[in-house]
């Protein structure tokens, strides 16, 4: 099976310089999400991949086989689209079947390879109508359909749920991971909703401004945020970022906020940062490292924090409370009745462990 | 007090008048070029107006064919039908072109509309002039060239707009599905377009088959179309109305029956056309 490698490739549009430089090896079978806001070069990367868009410079090599040269036809890739791009003036089996006709694929062999891949999406008994009479989910299956009836080297997909509403764009994201599973195909999915990717990749390929940000299995990334864009990107609720010292505290490290607050570093992490001490860091704390403090717990690496509850925002199986911290708003994940009224004093643990410290100056995570 | 239902009642009966009254002003000379065609020539002439024939008679029609007058319309349908054939073919491809990878830069499509704002009469002598050296001047060949240079812009330009509502990426799921450009033109663009097709063909198609001034300048007895002909029939001492007439109904139908066949579509391609720019 093919495996796709991107030798710096870059991309203008005019005089925008879209995608610089990217550099890429997606082995063969891994379902690998783009991810990025709009504008950073992601569906440009995936178009380019397609051949619907020529680089400037660079290569592309699908299965050891150069075929930035090629037109997309000759690429052996599938692709669905945002807009579903279904024929209106075709019947859904016609659709599905496009691209097996337009490949001349034997009669005989359309009609069972329709049927098998309408039976994966349980589009069966849709395939007499005509995409006006289907609703958004089923004409996205239908879309997927169109692609996986054919037996691509590459498969790929341009954000192909941000048209859906958000339940069925959870029940296709487990549809689409389930897909891959069965397929075992090699999967590229551009989106730039990061808990698609984070659901859905075996690999995350975040990009930012044209360039690849940080790729890695999502909760390395998650973990192990390379830089702050990283960091903040990725998370529901995103990570809260303070303005911070580092300072001796206590025998260790510590940060110190503005309005004063010292909070402590752990041992393990004191050691590395003790050449930075008295220089500023931006102090990263994600939302559910941030709970409740129950009485007579202490454990390395926990700091305790009275907070002024400014905020509420329950979700039912959560809650989200925005109080100052450093005279910055930060969010923290709450149980559902931890709090519950606004102006509300509680004392917060804040698990430092797992703080991730910027360097203001680079961004980059110390 | 009327009550609302009543006054929409009488609203509406009052635009049924409305339209029923203008349908018959307009249907009218219709009518009557129909009328006088089936007429003997002493209906034609009674007064006070035979509203109808006493019986209908062929004979104004049955001379036309005789007298080699019905070719003239065989000729129209020649050089329109295959001018419009022609046009529609290379604008399509034209404005696919200009609509897909800008060919021409941003305002190539306003230069081309431009060209068919050009009044015949500035360039009918200098055309008279080269078809003169060309060799062109009463033949099927000349004609149709003209026709479809002047109809090119206008499908140009009709279908620029058509392309443009097109879904890009209905065009891109076909390329990468294995199709060539020219598959997609042929299985995509031509199938999402049918209706603006059939619009801007039947316009192409009326624009050559009512065109007066080119025809008469450039044909002389072998090519000469209906509209030319029609005029023979205008006499300094006499005008042959049963002739007039039966040659304007044998003129008028090819455009009716091709209206009446494609006016789902039609409709349905201006109304396109409408929206855009």
Not at chain 1, 206 to 225: N, S, Y
Not at chain 2, 17 to 26: G, K, P
Not at chain 2, 246 to 255: D, F
Request: proline share 5%; aromatic share 10%; with cysteine.
């Amino acid at each position: 099976m093919a495996d796709l490698k991107i030798t710096a490739l870059h991309k203008y549009y005019g005089g925008v310089h879209a995608v610089r430089g990217i550099n890429l090896e997606i082995p063969a079978g891994e379902f690998t999400v783009l991810v990025g806001q709009s504008g950073c070069g992601k569906s440009t990367l995936l178009r380019t991949i397609a051949g619907l868009e020529e680089l400037d410079k660079g290569s592309i090599e699908i299965g050891g086989e150069v075929v930035h040269h090629l037109p997309p036809r000759d690429r052996d890739i599938a692709m669905v689209f945002q807009n579903y791009a279904l024929y209106p003036y075709m019947k859904v089996f016609d659709n599905i079947a496009f691209g097996l006709r337009s490949r001349k694929t034997p009669k005989a062999e359309i009609g069972p390879k329709v049927d098998r891949a309408a039976g994966m999406l349980g589009i069966h008994h849709l395939l007499d109508r005509y995409p006006r009479q289907l609703s958004g989910g089923q004409l996205q299956r239908v879309a997927i359909g169109r692609a996986i009836v054919r037996n691509a080297r590459l498969y790929l997909f341009d954000e192909p749920l941000s048209n859906l509403d958000a339940q069925l764009r959870d029940e296709m994201r487990g549809e689409i991971k389930r897909l891959h599973q069965e397929l075992g195909k090699t999967m590229i999915y551009v989106t730039h909703d990061q808990i698609e990717a984070m659901t859905m990749a075996d690999r995350i390929v975040l990009m930012r401004d044209g360039v690849i940000e940080q790729a890695g299995a999502p909760l390395d990334l998650f973990e192990r945020p390379a830089t702050k864009y990283v960091a903040g990107f990725l998370g529901s609720p995103s990570m809260n970022f303070v303005e911070a010292r580092l300072v001796a505290h206590g025998g260790g490290l510590g940060t110190l906020l503005d309005d004063g607050t010292a909070l402590p570093l752990p041992p393990s992490r004191s050691e590395k940062l003790s050449g930075r001490i008295d220089q500023s860091v931006i102090l990263g704390l994600r939302p559910e490292h941030m709970n409740r403090a129950h009485p007579g717990e202490s454990r390395s690496g926990l700091a305790h924090y009275a907070a002024t509850i400014e905020l509420l925002q329950p979700t039912g199986s959560r809650t989200y409370a925005t109080f100052k911290l450093g005279g910055t708003d930060v969010v923290a994940e709450l149980q559902p009745h931890d709090v519950t009224q606004i102006n509300q004093k509680i004392e917060l643990s804040i698990d430092m462990n797992r703080a991730v410290l910027v360097d203001p100056s680079t961004e980059k995570v110390l | 007090m009327m009550t609302i239902k009543q006054r929409a009642t009488i609203r509406t009966a009052l635009r049924l008048v409305a339209a029923v009254v203008i349908t018959l002003i307009f249907v009218f000379p219709m009518y009557w070029l129909f009328m006088i065609s089936f007429k003997t020539p002493e209906e034609i002439y009674s007064f006070p107006p035979k509203w109808y024939p006493g019986q209908i008679h062929f004979a104004n029609y049955a001379v036309l064919f005789k007298d080699g007058d019905a070719k003239t319309v065989w000729n129209s349908l020649v050089v329109a039908g295959s001018s419009t054939i022609i046009a529609m073919f290379l604008g399509t491809i034209c404005a696919y072109s200009i609509a897909r990878f800008r060919t021409g830069g941003e305002h190539l499509a306003n230069w081309i509309i431009s060209q068919r704002m050009i009044p015949p009469i500035a360039v009918v002598f200098p055309i008279f002039l080269l078809f003169v050296w060309l060799h062109l001047v009463d033949t099927y060949i000349g004609v149709i060239i003209l026709y479809t240079a002047f109809n090119l812009p206008y499908v140009i330009w009709m279908m620029r707009g058509y392309i443009l509502d097109i879904p890009k990426a209905l065009e891109e799921s076909a390329l990468v599905d294995g199709c060539t450009r020219w598959q997609v033109i042929w299985k995509v663009v031509f199938p999402m377009c049918r209706a603006g097709l059939f619009a801007t063909a039947i316009f192409t198609f009326v624009f050559a088959w009512n065109d007066f001034l080119f025809a008469l300048v450039l044909t002389r007895s072998e090519a000469t179309t209906y509209t030319v002909q029609i005029t023979h029939f205008f006499g300094g001492q006499s005008n042959f109305w049963a002739k007039i007439s039966a040659m304007s109904v044998l003129g008028t139908l090819p455009i009716f029956i091709a209206v009446a066949f494609m006016q789902r579509y039609l409709v349905r391609g201006i109304s396109l056309g409408a929206v855009k720019g």
